[in-house]
């Protein structure tokens, strides 16, 4: 069952530049959200504007545009109640522990984590007051890491506690807390993980490279052959949309048969089985001796 969205309902989505973000502020937009799109750049802002949609200046990690969009919600010219808080911002990284820099980690988790643990300190009274919720936009990586999805996983997992903790503490306030977990997504996010990666790559000794060089080649090819049967971004903030507008929603939305598989047998499966049944999978993408 479903709650209709009043029109006088404001919806907040981070990273709705492109992929999954802008998808889903279109979305709760068609369904009578008036949303506010956190975008950082004025070409997207541009691109995003539309009935239903107010474009927004939004660095996640910047807290005076943080404080500046809650101003925005808090000072309401209509007085309108927020129904969601979709935390969707991100960036993909594909890469071995031991290859990424410390700095870029420290980034990683500024972005992916610590940002939506502000904009959920401060809009979370405004939250309280309506009832309203919090969508966490996790990953299968917040369930199952693979080889060189450390460092991003790493993220998802700590967002994944994080949403737990919060939705125990504030279910007694009314606020619901969901995580929504795609799997593979046709979003412009493979290519940019790819694009970090080869650069990374390139800043490997000479040891480092003899050691991944084949394993990030196969994981790269791996992920592009997934593309014809992954989810379309579309198809993602559909699911997300559904936990935005149940009224008795799920914790956890699993989007995708990959997804769904991997963290089906990641419950049921010993390690190290699970071990050999993903290297078995990742096998025929190494290149071939002497290629």
Partial sequence: MTMSPHP???AIVTGASSGIGAATA??????GFHVLAGVRRNQDADAMREPGIEPVMLDITDPNHIQ???DRVYGDPRGRAVRALVN???IPVNVPVEVYPLDAWRRLFEVNLFGHVAMTQALLPALVRSKGRVVNISSVGGK???ATYGPYAGTKFALEAVSDALRREIAPSGVRVI?????????DMLG?????ARELAATMTPEQGRRYDGLMHAVAAQTASAIEWSQTAEAVAEVIAKAVMARSPRTRYTVGRDAALVTFLARVLPDWLLDRIVATALRPHF???GA
């Fill in 287 to 289: 290149p071939k001796a």
């Fill in 26 to 31: 279109r979305e709760l937009a068609r369904l």
């Fill in 68 to 70: 500046t969009l809650a």
């Fill in 192 to 196: 940019r993980a790819s694009t970090i």
């Fill in 88 to 90: 969707n911002a991100g």
């Fill in 144 to 146: 199952v890491a693979m």
């Fill in 8 to 10: 006088e309902e404001l």
């Fill in 179 to 187: 995580v929504v977990e795609p799997g593979g997504v046709r979003t």
